[in-house]
């Protein structure tokens, strides 16, 4: 099934990525190319096949229920965390205003 | 005096260790031909302090008794791994800057374990690519030539570009890698230089920045498989930090290597016979094949009857898994922000992304975004991971019958950079057959095998059940001896 720029841009905006009209325009014949390319997985037979969800059989495992468990992860680690943030005030990540 | 920077991580440690010469010495001539190589553009970023201070503490501990597995031994650390207080970017303009407040615990291990870093190494953006080509800080050199009386510049291969640049241009004894779908051994092959991704789960994934989850890998590149048994000793290992790390002992790798193949089965796809590919390829394959009975092993033909369908897979699975990991750039909590004037929340988003990726890894997550989207995410994502479960299950049938499994690495040798670059879906076909062991999560490697009419390394690629890094280096080091590869790349840089 092809794409056409509508598509494109739609995809684009699902994404977070601005594109400009003639990004849109070269992406539509890429993203066809490539789609055209995978749609041959369309022919094989995958009639009572599960997909596969994990290449080597592992079981989740939980850890201690317990603050800190992992000194790294844990808490307390808010200068660590804020500092690459580009905008960090007051402690927190800063944004752009989003309520008028 | 011999010259330092020819010498291997096992003669470097053994070196060390006997009073040969210094650790300190070692790091300062590997800093020197770092420091004299930036026609190359390996690095990113240099680091020979800490090279240094490593060096300087492996010296104070071989005078204490308190020598460490690889005391004395400076290494390349691929730009993907978080390094704490040293810029850390994937090669990306998004993590331009970024300088981590954590270690990876694969490149922790190897501090642990004595290693000193001489910088961190060039790739792919996000790992995205087969050439080097796209990352952001311009592309990686490989310092090999054709023998044609011209002058053209060749791709190292990607995604661990500066990684196989770096080492066979003797600018570093060994470096990490990771591999999504190739890439670790598609640029060792490209570079005359050895390389392994483990079994899915042997490296941790925690501090290395994540494209595709379910298929990235860390594993080592060096000169031979020896070095690269060592180095992997000391990268993989359980971490409850990465949620599919694998709870098993490392093996003794080194200790146990044996080119002796008595008893080994080794088999060899008949659907890696691709229509109208390179004969030297061919040739070098029937070699390699040669050199494993010659070692000992019985030879089977094998089929593997969904190869065919291995890259449309995982140019399903790797863009979808990436498009769901690179969503966390957003301008916010690290990396770079892109706040046109007077722009809201979501300005701010689109902005930053379209600023910060580069166009193979906008193409990436825009076709992660389509096959997961509402309506298409049966016909395209839920198929795409049954069929890999049959490309899964094709290995382990073909395991029945032999232990491991001998192919190429790359359908060709290195190519010229920009020869490729305008047409994805062949720049795509470079890993065909890299990405089938990828899906089905095995341990496979790539040692260099031959020279081609032009002069250009060729490798051959050894896959193995999971978890059997063994017999995949035993099987590495059969065709290493037997090849006898020594060719380098003369010096122009």
Known sequence: MAIDQATVRKIASLARIAISDADAAAMEGELNGILGWVEQLGEVDVTGVEPMTAVIPNKLRLRDDVIDADPLTGGNRRDDILANAPAAQHGFFGVPKVIE | ?493
């Open chain 2, 1 to 493: 005096m011999t010259e330092l920077t020819n010498l291997t991580v096992a003669q470097i440690r053994d070196g060390h260790r006997a009073g040969d010469f210094s650790a300190v010495e070692v790091a300062e001539a590997f800093n020197a031909n770092v420091a004299g190589a930036k026609a190359l553009n390996a690095f990113i970023v240099e680091t020979p302090e800490h090279a240094i201070a490593a060096a300087k503490q492996a010296d104070a501990d071989r005078a204490a008794g308190t020598l460490k597995p690889l005391s004395g031994v400076p290494i390349g650390m691929k730009d993907l791994f978080a390094t704490n207080g040293v810029q850390t970017t994937a090669a990306s303009h998004m993590l331009e800057g970024f300088v981590p407040r954590y270690e990876s615990t694969v490149s922790q291990k190897l501090w642990d374990a004595g290693c000193g870093m001489l910088g961190k190494l060039n790739l792919d953006q996000f790992a995205m690519g087969s050439s080097n080509e796209t990352s952001y800080f311009g592309n990686v050199i490989s310092p090999w030539k054709r023998k044609d009386g011209g002058n053209a510049a060749l791709a190292p291969g990607g995604s661990s570009g500066g990684s196989s640049s770096a080492i066979a241009a003797r600018l570093c004894p060994a470096a990490t890698g990771t591999d999504t779908g190739g890439s670790i051994r598609q640029p060792a092959a490209f570079t005359g230089i050895s390389g392994i991704k483990p079994t899915y789960g042997r490296c941790s994934r925690w501090g290395i920045v994540a494209f595709a989850s379910s298929l990235d890998q860390a594993g080592p590149m060096a000169r031979d498989v020896r070095d690269c048994a060592i180095m992997l000793e000391n990268m993989a290992g359980f971490d409850p930090k990465d949620a599919t790390s694998l709870d098993m002992a490392v093996p003794n790798w080194e200790a146990a290597l044996s080119s002796d193949l008595k008893g080994k089965t080794v088999g060899i796809p008949k659907e890696y016979r691709l229509e109208g590919i390179d004969p030297e390829i061919d040739a070098m394959w029937d070699a390699g094949i040669a050199m494993l009975k010659d070692a000992g092993a019985a030879v089977v033909e094998i089929s593997l009857p969904h190869t065919k369908y291995a890259l449309p897979t995982y140019y399903i699975i790797a863009p979808a898994e990436a498009s769901s990991n690179l969503a966390r750039y957003d301008g916010v909590r690290y990396g770079l922000r892109d706040l046109p004037e007077g722009a809201g929340l979501q300005d701010m988003y689109a902005a930053t992304r379209a600023d910060g990726f580069g166009p193979e890894v906008k193409r990436r997550i825009m076709i992660g975004t389509y096959v997961l989207s509402a309506g298409f995410y049966d016909a395209y994502y839920t198929q795409a991971q049954k069929v890999r479960t049959l490309i899964a299950r094709d290995f382990e049938a073909a395991f029945g019958s032999c232990d491991v499994i001998l192919a190429p690495t790359a359908p060709s040798a290195a190519f010229g950079l920009g020869e490729k670059m305008a047409d994805p879906l062949a720049m795509y076909l470079n890993d065909v057959f890299a990405v089938p062991a990828s899906l089905a999560g095995l341990p496979a490697m790539s040692v260099p095998a031959a020279l081609n009419r032009e002069g250009l390394p060729l490798g051959l690629q050894i896959i193995g059940k999971a978890f059997d890094e063994q017999g995949v280096l035993n099987a590495g080091l059969a065709i290493e001896e037997r090849a006898g590869f020594t060719a380098r790349a003369e010096k122009w840089w």
